[in-house]
């Protein structure tokens, strides 16, 4: 198996296998990565798009030796903040405005098919906690998600949000003290 970069020059050449490769190998971590920052699946969904248009425009922008996951990251974390800006200025209807929260949210409509208690407990808790990572500050919430859902190494996080690995390591330090805060009453609940 081809490692990423090899793959990218590659497809800087003309093989365009490559790409479809390297579209398989990431198209589910940017589509994650996206929704968890976004909160709106269609935004997901075009921003997987835009990023791979973006890689298949750039292709001669990425530098030999680079780590293709960071700059592809990058690109995302781009886009998602090009996203953010425009939907600001769009209010969409199939959003509710949250008293808590200064800003709109996905309106997530709940599931009425009967649960077993148990997957009601998790998704019940999924919920509490996605809920909670969501209304972190957003350089917060996207450095944790980075770490802790898609396994960046700091250095590597600190790339793709253009800060030093100090700024990396407090901002998802916060980020933790901020859910651990959020999530205590949850967690004392379930002892």
């Given at each position: ?10 497809y800087?050449?003309g ?7 390297i579209?398989?190998?990431y ?8 929704l968890r ?7 997901a969904e075009?921003?997987?798009?835009e990023?791979?248009f973006v890689v298949?425009?750039q ?8 780590k293709?996951s ?6 995302a ?5 090009d ?5 600001r200025r769009?209010?969409f209807i ?8 200064p ?8 599931d ?9 407990e998790?998704?019940?808790t999924?919920?509490h906690?996605?809920k909670a990572?969501?209304?972190l500050?957003?350089?917060q ?5 980075l ?9 590597e996080?600190?790339?793709?949000l253009?800060c ?6 407090i901002?998802?330090?916060?980020a933790?003290?901020?859910l ?6 949850l967690i004392?609940e379930?002892?």
């Amino acid at each position: 198996m081809k490692h990423d970069e090899e793959l990218m020059m590659e497809y800087t050449v003309g093989n365009q296998t490559a790409l479809e490769e390297i579209f398989q190998r990431y198209k589910k971590a940017m589509f994650n990565y996206a929704l968890r920052l976004l909160n709106n699946r269609a935004d997901a969904e075009d921003v997987v798009g835009e990023v791979f248009f973006v890689v298949t425009s750039q292709k001669y922008s990425y530098q030999p030796g680079a780590k293709f996951s960071t700059w592809l990251y990058t690109i995302a974390h781009n886009v998602c903040i090009d996203r953010i800006r425009k939907r600001r200025r769009i209010v969409f209807i199939w959003s509710k405005y949250d008293k808590d929260s200064p800003e709109y949210t996905q309106w997530d409509i709940p599931d009425t098919k009967n649960l077993p208690d148990t997957d009601a407990e998790k998704k019940d808790t999924a919920y509490h906690v996605k809920k909670a990572i969501s209304r972190l500050p957003f350089a917060q919430k996207e450095a944790l998600i980075l770490k802790e859902y898609h396994n960046l190494r700091y250095e590597e996080i600190s790339k793709v949000l253009h800060c030093s690995k100090a700024k990396v390591k407090i901002l998802i330090f916060r980020a933790r003290e901020r859910l651990k805060k959020k999530l205590l009453p949850l967690i004392e609940e379930v002892r």
